[in-house]
């Protein structure tokens, strides 16, 4: 059946803005449900689809929403980010991993066959030996999930609770683990998380960034809207062989190479970007390069962006909504 319409959990996060908008642009009606709504990158098709506020945790919400509205599926983005679920470990839990439980239970009572995950590279943890620097091997799916973070944990609890119900109630249950994601708007919301975008809005403001280790690492960041099409193409997939894919943007980059992007744009940007492996500065390995072999048979999925189209874009968006950019010291 052809997908007409999708409630879309976390619909105006940083993610969430452009899977409607996608959407909306493919003629597949998005009905959105957050619990802190922000309009910005969405205030010219704000009148274009309905939006309901409240908590994922809240099943009787989630049902009554199901029940008016009658989505073919529910894409859930709705999540805490690492640094607030590793502050508050039990609400991290109850909105990333039991809410997951909460949204399956009302795809299951609401007859909605299909869910789509919003998982993460983070369920690896640790990821080691030639799968990092330098040999950087590609890793795909079966490589083994060792969660470190309550982020990491969760994801990967809501992707087995996800195979549960399908095996149990045969809901068509697809994870996407995301490599890191840079999008305009994800510096001001997430902080430190969003290195990215400190180099780009550092630059776009003419101000110095100086970033004092990690840049001799690689990693592979995917822009927003790659993310967003991955989701859309995972929601009109079926009868895919595999429910866990990756969605990555097939290459690595240093950040002096995302730095040396923005000197071509701005020529007098300036950057300091010491040496060394770990920027995030996390103690274990997060940097690796997404094998996407599996999202691209199964799903259709290809990256249309390269660093420089990511860039020019972020820029774009960030100027076409009005969004100031943050500086980061
Ligand atoms: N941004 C990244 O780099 C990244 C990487 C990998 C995976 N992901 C995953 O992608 C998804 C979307 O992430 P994002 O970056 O757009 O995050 P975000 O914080 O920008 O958006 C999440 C949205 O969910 C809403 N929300 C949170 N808890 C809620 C609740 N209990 N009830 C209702 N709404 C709630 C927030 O208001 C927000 O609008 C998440 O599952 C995240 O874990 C993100």
Do not use: C
């Not at 073919?72 to 909105?95: V, Y």
């Amino acid at each position: 059946m052809a997908l007409r319409k999708a409630l879309v959990t976390g619909g105006t996060g940083v993610n969430g803005v452009w899977v409607v908008r996608q959407m909306l642009e493919q003629g597949i009606e998005p009905i959105v449900f957050d619990w802190a709504p922000d309009f910005t990158f969405l205030k010219d098709v704000k009148d274009d689809f309905r939006f309901y506020r409240g908590d994922t945790r809240d099943l009787a919400a989630l049902l009554r929403v199901i029940k008016e509205t009658r989505p073919d599926a529910i894409l859930h983005l709705a999540a805490l980010m690492p640094n607030a679920a590793q502050a508050d470990p039990r609400t991290g839990f109850e909105i990333n991993a039991m809410a997951t439980v909460t949204v399956l239970e009302a795809a299951r009572l609401g007859d909605i066959g299909k869910v789509v995950f919003t998982s993460s590279k983070g369920a690896y943890g640790d990821v080691t030996g030639e799968y990092g620097h330098p040999t950087f091997r590609p890793l795909d799916e079966d490589y083994p999930a060792r969660p470190v973070l309550v982020y990491d944990v969760t994801k990967v609890a809501s992707e087995g609770m996800g195979m549960n119900y399908h095996r149990n109630y045969g809901i068509d249950f697809i994870a996407l683990r995301f490599a890191g994601i840079f999008a305009p708007g994800k510096l001001a919301r997430h902080g430190v998380l969003s290195i990215y975008g400190r180099i780009v809005e550092n630059a776009m403001l003419g101000k110095p960034t100086r970033i004092p280790q990690g840049g001799e690492q690689r990693d592979d960041n995917v822009y927003v809207k790659d993310v967003a099409n991955s989701i859309v193409l995972a929601a009109q997939a079926s009868g895919t062989r595999s429910r866990i894919f990756h969605i990555g943007s097939g290459k690595l980059h240093t950040l002096r190479e995302l730095a040396a992007v923005l000197k071509e744009i701005y020529p007098r940007a300036e950057f300091d970007i010491g040496p060394g492996l770990d920027y995030f500065g996390l103690g274990h390995n997060v940097y690796s390069l997404h094998d996407i072999t599996r999202a691209r048979e199964e799903l259709g999925y290809e990256p249309q962006y390269d660093l420089l189209g990511a860039v020019k874009d972020y820029i774009a968006m960030m100027e076409k909504f009005g969004v100031a950019p943050t500086y980061t010291g």
